[in-house]
């Protein structure tokens, strides 16, 4: 089955529940959407991060090659949201860098520079559960703890497990193609006649595969009975609910201090700066 981006340790973190990392992106979410400061996710971004390396022993080379997708993103959020935001009328814009038609207000850059942040903390924290979970471990834990049915779940897996497949089909067929003499070129006329002669192959492989998959669940009777039996369970620990109370106890005094230190931490999403259209 294909892993994704999962890197195969033995770690603090590998050994959690899947549902447990799962669900830890949820609250995330919800706080760095509520509260529009640059303190708050630079922290729980800074935290996520930590425990990858410490908790999770992720090398920083492959933790720096997860984050390279976000780099793009972000710097296009950031300058975006800095050129586009708009004062409230009330407010004297301060201009931090005049470049002649676009002009970047302080208040701008602040704003974009808590967006991007933001954005970085609950991509953290979704490379948290990616990093260290395998996906078969995950459909398991969904179908052991969280009552998914049982065809369903298989039948995720079964599908996702056909990604790599594909893709090696794909290559047979090129290669293929190569030993007929098709060629590869031919101008911008030819280039859909050759994807239609990689996707007929291709979508027959798919369908004899998939038929195979479904005549082997079904003789194994998988869904007949109401209660199975599994090779592997996964159960919550004493590990899950260590860490659950360790992120709840930093969530809360991470929020607590900025309320006690009186810095701009805003419960206000929906009544902040606007945006030109």
Not at 18 to 40: C, E, R, S, W
Not at 47 to 64: D, E
Not at 133 to 140: A, E, G, S, V, Y
Request: proline share 6%.
């Amino acid at each position: 089955m294909s892993q994704g981006i999962y890197m195969e340790t033995s770690s603090y973190l590998h050994r959690l529940n899947p549902v447990t990392k799962f669900v830890l992106v949820i609250p995330t979410t919800l706080i760095l959407t509520l509260v529009v400061d640059i303190a708050v996710p630079a922290l729980f971004s800074l935290f996520f991060l930590l425990a990858l390396l410490v908790l999770g022993r992720i090398p920083p080379s492959r933790l720096a090659r997860a984050l390279l997708p976000f780099l793009p993103a972000g710097i296009g959020l950031l300058w975006t949201t800095a050129a586009f935001y708009q004062t409230r009328m009330a407010e004297a814009p301060a201009v931090a860098l005049d470049l002649g038609p676009l002009q970047l207000t302080r208040a701008g850059i602040i704003y974009a520079v808590s967006i991007v942040l933001r954005v970085l903390a609950i991509y953290t924290s979704s490379l948290l559960f990616l990093l260290t979970t395998h996906p078969t471990d995950f459909i398991l834990a969904l179908v052991q703890q969280c009552r998914l049915p049982v065809r369903l779940g298989y039948g995720v897996m079964a599908a996702y497990r056909f990604v790599p497949l594909l893709s090696t089909e794909l290559a047979q067929i090129r290669a293929a193609h190569r030993v007929r003499g098709v060629p590869e070129g031919g101008g911008a006329l030819a280039a859909p006649r050759r994807l239609l002669g990689y996707a007929i192959p291709l979508l027959a492989s798919g369908i004899r595969r998939a038929q195979q998959v479904a005549v082997a669940m079904d003789a194994r009777a998988l869904g007949a009975q109401r209660r199975r039996t599994f090779y592997r369970h996964l159960r919550f620990s004493g590990s899950d609910l260590a860490f659950l109370l360790a992120y709840a106890v930093f969530a809360v005094v991470v929020l607590s201090l900025l309320v006690w230190m009186g810095l701009p931490a805003r419960l206000d999403p929906f009544g902040g700066p606007a945006m030109r259209r």
